[in-house]
């Protein structure tokens, strides 16, 4: 089905063939409409204008009122202060275009078949390293963007780029070499699978024992410096204990991921280890094309605004003077392997904050080596800090940085109880099954909500509450209309168009013909914070209908259709809405 044009853009075009007709000297001037309090609806266009054509805006204004004629969606247009147009539509024009959205699958939000491949670089986890709280905001974040312009029709990669390499692999192999059952995948005296915990206490026992092993001998510390050139050189056994540890640690990646409800794939996750091939090659690229130049033995690319606290120019070193590679060399071969490869219009990094000058750096160079230009752009969706309740980052009462596990955990014993405090006729299952949609619902709607560009705080008695700006909120919203949708009997939701409507059912249903271009500005703008911001609304609208509309005892028949539609519309935007930010919405709470 084709999109369904807003009431916003039916009352624009209206304005604007008024303007046009009562003003042709003007050409295809704007209107600037916007939503008002004072109407459905204000333009206030005609006092720039007025000022261009040199006339009184009020009499002008009133001339493209006269101009427009009489038709079945303004209801009213008033002249008000200087020259403002106060529009309100019809109650007919705002059922009608709801029905033409609820008679569409996808609510009449447009698909454009058109659109481009965006590679999206989120969630990158360590190997051999465990998650914590600074993964969650790149995780949470990526996976709504990719949901989110998927569904406007853009064709999405995703990339988890894991740090799997670098000197501490030699260290870890060199030690798993010398106690080779220290990675064992079988439990003690079963053949059971290890699970993601085990997998990363099996990692963060040995990371530890190689590290003092490390620290504490000179000999150890030669042979696992040696195991590194090892691994640079593509050694066979040294490449397959590597693997071990990237799989170990998917392992537990995976059982991360699993309990953040997100889907990562295989196929989606190359690393740093997936450009060395690419690294000698990208160098003598920027070399031979004079991007990168050598300075003191190293390879570097110089910035005329990029300065030290000295006031010397700060490179982006590509390649070290001993001639090994700095990140620099791996993200310049991933944007090359994505773009040419990939045949990526859009690169998506999300990335935290304190990352920009290296991407701001690695972007530049990547436009002066001509793999980024007009037709390929690449955008850091910087992220703020995970700040605790006392407004510093997050960290344990002993100074640790918070396990993300431990997290996800306490959340979810959080969500669970206020879910059996509310439970009717739940059983101990759909309590806990319950208790983990609300809980990580509760977790990824704290840091969506939030605009990704500022820290938040991570406050779990907030963000699980039933009251305010939560994701719980809104999961009730939805669970109350389909418990209203269930007791409703033979009576089914159909639009009345003929029917009058309350204050109330006319402020959501405005609200809800806004979808589409909400979901048009979060994908354009990579702002998932602004579709939650108009979730929220959509759910405190729908409070304010359901306390002073009754649905199931309106006063006719038709009147309950005409409400039963308003409701499940509004479920359904809900339920779409919190789908593409990651968040589950219980049929029952």
């Not at 529009?87 to 454009?112: F, K, Q």
């Not at 037709?375 to 918070?402: C, H, I, N, S, W």
């Not at 840091?447 to 700006?469: E, H, I, P, W």
């Not at 669970?479 to 059912?505: C, F, N, T, V, Y």
Request: aromatic residues 6%; hydrophobic residues 40%; glycine residues 6%.
């Amino acid at each position: 089905m084709a999109s369904v044009p807003s009431l916003a853009s039916t009352v624009q075009q209206r304005l604007a063939e008024g303007l046009s007709a009562a003003l042709p000297e003007a050409g295809s001037a704007d209107p600037l409409l916007r939503r008002s309090d004072r109407a459905d609806f204000q333009a206030n266009g005609i006092l720039a204008l007025a000022k261009q054509l040199k006339g009184n805006p009020r009499e002008l204004a009133t001339k493209v009122v006269a101009s427009i004629p009489a038709n079945d969606v303004l209801k009213e247009i008033e002249v008000s202060g200087p020259g403002f147009l106060n529009i309100t539509v019809s109650d007919a024009a705002i059922v009608e275009t709801l029905a033409a959205r609820a008679a569409d699958a996808r609510l009449g939000v447009p698909l454009n078949e058109a659109a481009g491949t965006t590679v999206i670089d989120y969630a990158q986890p360590n190997v051999a390293k465990e998650m914590h709280v600074g993964h969650l905001r790149s995780a949470v974040i990526g996976a709504a963007m990719v949901e989110i312009l998927e569904f406007t029709g853009e064709s999405v990669v995703r990339r988890h780029h894991i740090g799997d390499w670098g000197t501490q692999f030699g260290m870890l192999i060199q030690y798993l070499i010398e106690h080779p059952h220290e990675l064992d995948h079988k439990a003690e005296g079963t053949d059971a699978e290890v699970s993601g915990e085990e997998a990363m206490s099996n990692l963060n026992r040995l990371y530890k024992a190689s590290r003092a092993m490390f620290d504490a001998d000179e000999e150890f510390k030669t042979r696992a410096r040696a195991r590194v050139v090892d691994l640079q050189a593509g050694d066979e056994e040294t490449l397959a204990l590597w693997q071990r540890f990237v799989d170990e640690s998917k392992i537990y990646f995976y059982s991360v991921f699993e309990k953040l409800d997100m889907d990562v794939r295989d196929p989606d996750i190359v690393g740093e280890s997936g450009y060395n091939d690419m690294l000698q090659e990208t160098c003598r690229i920027l070399e031979e094309s004079g991007v990168a130049v050598r300075s003191e033995g190293a390879l570097c690319v110089f910035f005329d605004d990029v300065k030290g606290p000295d006031g010397n120019p700060v490179p982006l070193i590509v390649q070290k003077s001993d001639g090994g590679f700095g990140y620099a060399a791996t993200d310049l071969s991933a944007i090359r392997d994505r773009v040419q490869n990939l045949k990526a219009t859009s690169l998506l990094y999300v990335v935290d904050a304190r990352q920009s000058l290296h991407f701001k750096m690695v972007f530049e160079t990547a436009r002066r080596a001509g793999w980024l230009n007009d037709e390929v752009k690449a955008v850091q969706l910087a992220f703020g800090t995970v700040l605790g309740k006392d407004g510093k980052p997050f960290k344990t009462r002993e100074g640790e940085t918070v396990r993300l596990v431990d997290l996800l955990d306490e959340a979810i014993d959080r969500a669970s109880a206020v879910v059996r405090e509310k439970a009717q006729d739940l059983t101990e299952e759909e309590i806990a099954e319950r208790g983990a949609q609300v809980g990580i619902g509760a977790v990824k709607y704290a840091d969506l909500s939030t605009s990704a560009a500022r820290d938040y705080k991570f406050d779990l008695d907030q963000m699980v509450s039933l009251n305010g700006d939560t994701s719980v909120y809104l999961q009730y919203a939805y669970a109350r209309i389909q418990s209203i949708l269930r007791k409703a009997g033979d009576a089914k939701p159909a639009a009345h168009p003929e029917l009058e409507l309350a204050p109330s059912e006319r402020a959501l249903g405005l609200h809800l013909d806004g979808f589409g271009e909400t979901i048009a500005e979060t994908a354009a703008e990579y702002a998932p914070h602004k579709l939650a911001a108009y979730l929220y609304q959509v759910a405190s609208l729908y409070t304010t209908f359901y306390s002073e509309c009754p649905v199931l005892k309106a006063d006719t028949p038709e009147q309950v259709e005409n409400r039963l539609f308003l409701c499940d519309l509004t479920a359904r935007t809900l339920h779409q809405g919190m789908a593409l930010l990651g968040i589950r919405t219980p049929e029952r709470l």
